[in-house]
């Protein structure tokens, strides 16, 4: 089945097809064990080499090739490499395509795609069109039309896209998603979730050289701050909205039974990153970026709703001092829980009135299966471990030809707040209707990580 999924792959490019749409690749559907997954990766700056340091440590990935165009990460990416013992990749480092000529060129089953945002879709599609499952860094999209190009090509194609988020996996929430599955919160009814992280003074390069991410930004700044802080200013949106949103998401069966309906935002004023520039010592009035106007308002809030009606209040917050927070809280009929606060209550279960401290009560005690069987591989994993299992899900899915947990409606239906956030800020906060991405099959499709053993990671 594979053989031939390639080797039609293989005419279809002889035949000059290149990265036109190839018809439906139907993916068996029957688990086939497979002892290795041939990876590739796209990008490999402070994220993909954290991906690439996960993959290295696996002995059932075997990494064929890499692209980037800054010849900084490649090296970095061969001395670790080198330093793990591995076989060496094809490198692809010639210009900003050169990815497409990786794709059809390469063996690869899966591609890792961990470039700036403008990138995601493009290398998205042109992977599912080469036969190449992509898992492709957050947020997937920018814009409707590259929400719409994600869901278009993986149906026509049947290739898997599997949106590389990571909090899906954090350790507390997947202890409250088995607190969920096991209807500890009743019927759910409100969540809140965001992404707050004061941004602009991020140390990159392992903290040991400060590159002023902020004051500086494009070509004079390093990692992230090179295109990242571009987006403050041109667009008025919550802009990285699937952290908060993603476990919030798969709490809610979101695309599995239940969808996103409508969604409301508006945005503070936005006065953090000139703020910061002005009082930086390397800033200040005289500083050319001290003249600059930041489109994005610093908090940008957006309340959805959903059509089993649980709302979600969602915060983009990146240019205001603060500490960082994800700003999760859970509730339903009999149950809620607060991350900041490291708060929980459960009806019957806790003091009547009165919170438990969660992280050292029934978050131990529902610690989810999966993290009690891989604690040791994700331990010195980025973010706390959860990284270890988005990787690990993405690999298993390459391996198993089996669709991935996060797919391509997720990917869509979370970035699309993006677009959705930017017109209702736009139109003083009128209400903006979801598509439905899934066209229809929300309603019948199976929520994941229903049984801990599901999604074939355990
Ligand atoms: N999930 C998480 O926790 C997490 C954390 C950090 C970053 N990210 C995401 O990862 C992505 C990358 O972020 P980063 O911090 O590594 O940024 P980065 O700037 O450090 O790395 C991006 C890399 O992509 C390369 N690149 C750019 N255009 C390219 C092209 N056309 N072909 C090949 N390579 C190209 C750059 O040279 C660079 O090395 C972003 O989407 C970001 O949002 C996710």
């Known amino acids: 089945m594979e053989k031939d999924r390639r080797n039609f792959l293989k005419k279809a490019s002889a035949a000059g097809i290149g990265l036109s749409l190839s018809p439906s690749i139907a993916f068996s559907k029957k688990k086939k064990k497979k002892n290795k997954a041939l990876i590739g990766l796209i990008g490999v700056g402070a994220r993909g080499?954290?991906?690439?340091?996960?993959?290295?440590?696996?002995?059932?990935?075997?990494?064929?090739?890499?692209?980037?165009?800054d010849p900084e990460a490649i090296e970095k990416s061969k001395k670790m490499i080198r330093e793990a013992g591995k076989k060496m990749p094809e490198f692809y480092t010639a210009h900003e395509h050169s990815y497409q000529e990786m794709l059809k060129k390469e063996k690869l089953e899966?591609?890792?795609i961990s470039t700036p945002w403008r990138w995601h879709v493009p290398m998205s599609v042109d992977a599912m069109k080469c036969g190449v499952y992509a898992?492709?860094?957050?947020?997937?999209?920018m814009n409707m039309k590259e929400c719409w190009d994600l869901v278009d090509t993986y149906e026509a194609t049947k290739v898997p896209c599997m949106i590389l988020e990571n909090v899906c996996y954090r350790r507390d929430v997947m202890a409250v998603l088995n607190m969920v599955r096991q209807n500890l919160f009743g019927e759910l009814v409100h969540f809140r979730g965001g992404y707050c992280h004061d941004l602009r003074s991020v140390k990159f390069n392992n903290g040991k050289q400060y590159y002023g991410g902020g004051v500086e930004f494009g070509e004079k700044a390093y990692s992230e701050a090179k295109w990242r802080t571009k987006y403050?200013?041109?667009r008025e949106a919550d802009i990285y909205p699937t952290h908060g949103l993603g476990p919030l998401a798969m709490y809610a069966n979101i695309n599995r039974g239940n969808r996103f309906k409508s969604l409301v935002s508006i945005a503070s004023k936005g006065v953090g990153l000139h703020d910061y520039i002005l009082n930086h010592p390397k800033g200040g009035i005289n500083h050319p970026n001290a003249s600059k106007e930041f489109k994005l308002g610093d908090v940008i809030t957006s309340i959805i709703t959903c059509e089993n009606g649980e709302t979600i209040l969602l915060t983009h917050d990146t240019n205001l001092v603060r500490p960082y927070s994800l700003d999760f809280r859970v509730q339903g009929t009999r149950g809620i829980w607060e991350v900041d606060a490291d708060k929980i209550h459960l009806a019957g279960k806790t003091k009547d009135h009165h919170w438990d401290k969660a992280s050292e009560t029934w978050l131990k005690e529902y610690d989810h299966p999966l993290w009690k069987k891989y604690e040791k591989d994700a331990t010195g994993a980025g973010h706390g471990g959860m990284d270890f299992f988005v990787i690990h899900a993405f690999v298993e899915a390459v391996k198993n030809k089996t669709e991935p947990p996060l797919d391509v409606y997720d990917a869509a239906a979370w970035s699309a707040i993006t677009p959705l956030s930017e017109a209702s800020i736009q139109l003083g906060g009128e209400p903006q209707t979801f598509p439905d991405f899934t066209r229809?099959?929300?309603?019948?499709?199976?929520?994941?990580?229903?049984?801990?053993?599901?999604?074939i990671l355990l």
């Open 49 to 69: 080499r954290s991906h690439l340091k996960l993959l290295l440590n696996r002995s059932d990935v075997e990494i064929i090739s890499v692209c980037d165009i």
């Open 440 to 455: 229809g099959k929300w309603m019948h499709r199976s929520p994941i990580y229903q049984q801990p053993t599901d999604n």
């Open 110 to 112: 899966g591609v890792i």
């Open 232 to 234: 403050s200013l041109m």
């Open 135 to 141: 898992g492709v860094e957050v947020s997937a999209a």
